[in-house]
């Protein structure tokens, strides 16, 4: 019986970085925790890369827009977003648009199943990433420290 050949994704991968222009694998893994996944279909991987990394957006665009549009959200959120200003709405507004473009870009390719599609959108996707996710990182602080923030009470008015 022969034996199974296994499938190493970093050598596959940089078999496809040497046709296209694609980041450094351990970098694209390092942020995005590519090998982890045991669900990529050597025969369609960078589609399989790209749908991975849009996979990440979706769940981000579900948080975010739960800071956007609060209704029927939970406790957590609603005591969350009284941190968000008129300008810090306005950024998570600009972000839910990069990332909109992301997604529906990824659903152009999606449509056209191209080799070369998919490989310029995960160079794009990851040199766009870094902005984005400092741009999070400012808003997962503002979250953070709303929890830090005691609620004012108004106990000048009480008449006890």
Do not use: C
């Amino acid at each position: 019986m022969p034996k199974e050949e296994t499938f190493d994704l970093e050598k596959e991968y940089n078999e496809f970085k040497k046709k296209h222009k694609l980041p450094d694998f351990e970098k694209l893994n390092n942020e995005f925790e590519l090998s982890s996944y045991k669900d990529i279909d050597p025969r369609f991987l960078l589609r399989n890369i790209r749908r991975k990394l849009i996979d990440r957006v979706a769940s981000i665009l579900r948080f975010l827009e739960n800071i956007i549009h609060p209704i029927n959200s939970s406790v957590i959120v609603m005591n969350e977003i009284k941190y968000f200003d008129d300008a810090k709405l306005n950024k998570v507004n600009i972000i839910i648009k990069k990332l909109m473009l992301l997604e529906r870009q990824s659903l152009i390719i999606d449509l056209d199943l191209n080799e070369a599609e998919d490989a310029a959108f995960i160079d794009v996707f990851f040199k766009e990433w870094f902005d984005i996710k400092k741009e999070l990182k400012d808003i997962a602080i503002i979250l953070r420290d709303s929890w830090k923030e005691e609620e004012k009470t108004d106990t000048e008015n009480y008449f006890g």
